[in-house]
């Protein structure tokens, strides 16, 4: 994981937050390339589960609400973390995780107070700070993000900055309902900032307070069996697993679905899983939460709000639908996919006459992300830097391919070394106009992965681009 630490932040993906102040409590900030492939990531998840399917609409709702949605949705009651602080140092960590590292379980979260307080002396847990072992007791913090609403800042202004993009769904289903004229089954979508105040954020942009999600709430008619709504599940399940490992590029044995056992879930969750990832230097962690949920939300909120949320059938008669939630980790799945695409290998050329500057035996460092998600599609170069007529040329192609794909011009150092830069953010073809150009006017265009090159005419290299980035 350091070594992608490194290269996010010498390479323009993700760097700290004001870094020139000294950093703000694990908040990090995206660079160009980092934006690229954030917004690349959403655009293919928003193609696939909006774009692409008649049963889902997308919607943008606010980041800060009325109150009453979140104590609606449970969270002012119940979105806690356990927390307890340390008598010598005063390092404040949450005994879950303490419990969790220490006894390799997981939710710990769900223990009662008095409980955990217990397994902690039990398991003569000590700070992972100071290593003392003298604690206050247990106490529930939670982690909505508060802010006040205008001037005044007492306790009737507060509101809360969306610990969830869910929330704004059930809140707009009816809306979405009557202007859609959607019919069930049907899905509501949003991407967007969610934020957590997380008392032990960490693993670089793994868990941080600030944070983007792409949700989706998928609705359905009331199941009158069980097989009513296991059939969708599945559907969803096999979906996800596919847009995992086509669109995403993450290999299957890289994923594993964990299933909640009954102590786990969620008391209204039917069956939910958490969809894990094996982090290098982490191990299995959560990228995504899936879940049956019933009609738990709308339930909640026609209850809180008076609101009618309820759909009617074709005999007249009203019904809740119920839902089934696959809730992504967008700043998550980035760092999946930065993890999976990163690569270090041997320089292998096949000929000398492919070598174009690059030297065989070198250990190259390359990320190899799918061409949808790349942050820079083409990288284009003159072969030397002050040969005009090449820098001319290299510049039309440039300006020519740019209106279709993010593309670079690079004519600074050697061509072996602009490779080498390339390969770094992931770049899957560079075209390089060299003095043949000048008279045949073919290009030579090198692939990322097997680095091979091949001459391609000018006239021919929009369509052969397109054809190799299927886009
Ligand atoms: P965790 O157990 O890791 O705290 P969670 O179960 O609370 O996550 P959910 O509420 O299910 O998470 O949120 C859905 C998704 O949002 C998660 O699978 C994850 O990808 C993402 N997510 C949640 N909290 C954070 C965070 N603090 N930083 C980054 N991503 C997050």
Redesign the pocket.
Known sequence: MDKIVSLCKRRGFVFPGSEIYGGFANSWDYGPYGTELKNNIARVWWKNFVQNRDDIVGLDSAIITNPKVWEASGHVANFNDPLIDCLKCKARSRADKMLEEKLGIKEAVKIPLDKLDDKIKEHKLVCPVCGGADFTKIRKFNLLFETHVGVVTDAKHIAYLRG?TAQGIFVNFKNVMDTMRQKMPFGIAQIGKAF?N?IT?GHF?????E?E?MEIEYFIIPPKADKDWQKPFKSWQDELKRFFKEDLGIKEEKMRWRRHDEKERSHYSKDTY?VEYDFPGMGF?????FAYRTDYDLKQHIEHSGADLCCVDENGNKFIPHCIEP???L??TLLAVLCEAYTEEPVRIASQSDAGGEVNGETRTVMKFLPALAPIKVAVFPLLKNKPELVKKAREIYENLKTQYMCEFDDNGNIGKRYRRQDEIGTPYCVTVDFDTLNDNAVTVRDRDTMKQERIKIAELNNYLKAKLFI
């Open positions: 969830e957590r997380e954020p942009i793994f868990r941080t307070r944070f999600q958490d962690a959560e990228l995504l939460g809730s992504f980790g700043t998550r």
